[in-house]
C-alpha cells in the first residue's frame, strides 16, 4: 500500500482560495501532503499576493502552464497531464485533491486516474471539492470539465443535497457522495474579520460604505464576444447613472486584453482597478450595496455576506443563492440587466447561507483519513 500522501492540485485563484481551508486543515493535524500549482494562473494578482496574505506554503511542484489567449485549451490540458503525471508517478500520493472546474482540475483528476498500479488497492483516488455542480450550459468550458471530474472521482465532495441529487441522478454511486458544504464558508468566516480589521481598501479607491457596486466580468463566453461584452456594460452603465452609483471593477487580465482588443473604453462611472488580495476584496464585498458579476465564486460570497447579487450569464451552477433570494440571473441583454439590478438592490438582506457552517475542509479531511483503511 502507497503510503498517506495527499496530493493537493490547484492552478487558479478561485482554486488557491478555496483550497486555503484544506491545506490549513492538512497543516493543523500534521498530515503529509504536497503541493502541485500548474501555473495557469501566473501574473502577481492572481497568484502570489494570495500566497503571501493567505499564510500559504510555497507549492512543493510549481510547473508553469500560464497561456496566451491563443493557446486552446486541449493545449493547456495536455501540458498539465504530461507533467503531473510525472509527479505522481514519483510521490504515489493516496488521494489527489481538486476543486472546482477549470482546466487544472480536469488535468489533476485525469492524470491520477491515468497512473497504472499492480493493484486496485495502489490506485490513486480522486477527490473532487466542489462536487455536482452543473449549469447545464456547454457553452462553458467548465461545464465539460466538472461532468468529467465527478464522473472519475473517488471522492465526491457536494457543497449542498441538492448537489447529492444531481450526482445521483447520473447514476454516481451514493457511499462516493458526502454532503459537507463548501470551503468558500471556511474562508469567508476566516477572513472576513481580518478584513474588516486590515484592509483600508474603500479608502484606497475613493469608495463609501454601501455606495458603490462592485462589478467583476471574466467568463470566456461573456468576454471574448465584442457584442456580449458591449451589452454588459451598456447594461452596467446604464444602471449605475440611473442610481448615481459608482461601479469598482477589479479587471480580470483576459478581460482586460479583450477589452484592449475590441478597442473598447469604458465610462468614466466603471473604475477598473487591478485584481485585489482576498482581504481587500472581501472587504470590497461586505461594502458594497450590488454586486454584479459573471463569476461562481462571487455569487457564492455574495450570498454567504448577506449583499445582493445580479449575475451577468444565462444560468448558474449555483442555484441555492436564486431560492433564497440572495442572486438573480439577467442574461447579458442590457435591458435585463437594467431591471434585475433595479429589483436585486433593494432586497432586504436576511437570506439564509445555504453553503454549510464553515467546518466543511474539516469533514472533508475527515472523510479521507476514515477511507485510508478501506
Ligand atoms: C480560468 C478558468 C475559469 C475560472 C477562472 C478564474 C478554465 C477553462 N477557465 O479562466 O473556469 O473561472 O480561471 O479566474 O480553466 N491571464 C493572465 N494572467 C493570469 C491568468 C490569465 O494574463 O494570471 C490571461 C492570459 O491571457 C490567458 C487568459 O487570461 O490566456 C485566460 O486565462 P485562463 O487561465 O486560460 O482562463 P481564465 O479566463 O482565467
Ligand atoms: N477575488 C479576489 N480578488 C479580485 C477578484 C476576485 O480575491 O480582484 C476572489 C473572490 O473573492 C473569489 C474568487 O476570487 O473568492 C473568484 O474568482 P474568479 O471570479 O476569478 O473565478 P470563479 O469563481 O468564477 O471560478
Known amino acids: 500500500m502507497q503510503d498517506k500522501k495527499i496530493a493537493i492540485i490547484f492552478g487558479t485563484r478561485p482554486e488557491i482560495i478555496k483550497l486555503t481551508p484544506v491545506i490549513r486543515e492538512c497543516q493543523k493535524r500534521n498530515l503529509p501532503f504536497f503541493c502541485i500549482h500548474t501555473g495557469q494562473h501566473y501574473s502577481f494578482e492572481m497568484d502570489a499576493i494570495f500566497f503571501d496574505e493567505l499564510s500559504l506554503p510555497v507549492p512543493d511542484y ?38 472546482g472546474d477549470t482546466n487544472t482540475v480536469l488535468a489533476g483528476a485525469l492524470s491520477a486516474t491515468k497512473i497504472p498500479t499492480p493493484v486496485y488497492d495502489q490506485r490513486i483516488r480522486v477527490a473532487h471539492v466542489e462536487a455536482g455542480l452543473r449549469s447545464y450550459d456547454r457553452q462553458m468550458p467548465e461545464e465539460t470539465n466538472r461532468v ?3 464522473h472519475i472521482s473517488d471522492f465526491l465532495f457536494a457543497p449542498t443535497e441538492n448537489k447529492k441529487k444531481i450526482l445521483l441522478g447520473e447514476g454516481i454511486a451514493e457511499d462516493k457522495i458526502f454532503v459537507v458544504g463548501n470551503t468558500i464558508v471556511d474562508m ?20 463609501k460604505e454601501n455606495s458603490y457596486i462592485l462589478l467583476t466580468l471574466h467568463r470566456q463566453e461573456n468576454v471574448d464576444s465584442k457584442e456580449t461584452l458591449l451589452n454588459i456594460i451598456e447594461g452596467v452603465y446604464r444602471f449605475a447613472e440611473q442610481r448615481n452609483l459608482p461601479v469598482v471593477f477589479p479587471i480580470h487580465p483576459r478581460t482586460e486584453k479583450m477589452l ?18 482576498y482581504l481587500d476584496f472581501i472587504s470590497l464585498e461586505i461594502n458594497a450595496c450590488l454586486i454584479m458579476t459573471d463569476s461562481g465564486g462571487l455569487q457564492e460570497e455574495a450570498c454567504i455576506l448577506q449583499v445582493p447579487c445580479v449575475t451577468l450569464r444565462n444560468s448558474t451552477e449555483r442555484p441555492e443563492t436564486i431560492a433564497v433570494g440572495a442572486n438573480s440571473i439577467a442574461g447579458t441583454n442590457s435591458d435585463s440587466i437594467l431591471q434585475n439590478a433595479h429589483k436585486m438592490i433593494g432586497k432586504n438582506r436576511d437570506w439564509e447561507n445555504p453553503f454549510g457552517d464553515g467546518k466543511t475542509a474539516e469533514r472533508i479531511i475527515n472523510t479521507i483519513i476514515k477511507n485510508y483503511e478501506n
Open 148 to 150: 468529467l471530474v465527478d
Open 260 to 277: 484592449h482588443t475590441f478597442d473598447i473604453l469604458l465610462p468614466r462611472i466603471i473604475q477598473t482597478v487591478t485584481p485585489t488580495g
Open 188 to 207: 469567508v468566516l476566516q477572513s472576513s474579520i481580518v478584513a474588516k480589521e486590515k484592509s483600508n481598501v474603500l479608502e484606497k479607491f475613493n469608495l
Open 62 to 99: 510549481k510547473l508553469e502552464i500560464g497561456t496566451q489567449l491563443t493557446a486552446g485549451h486541449g493545449e493547456q490540458v495536455g501540458l498539465m497531464l504530461a507533467q503531473i503525471e510525472k509527479i505522481l508517478i514519483k510521490e504515489k500520493p493516496f488521494v489527489v485533491v481538486v476543486q
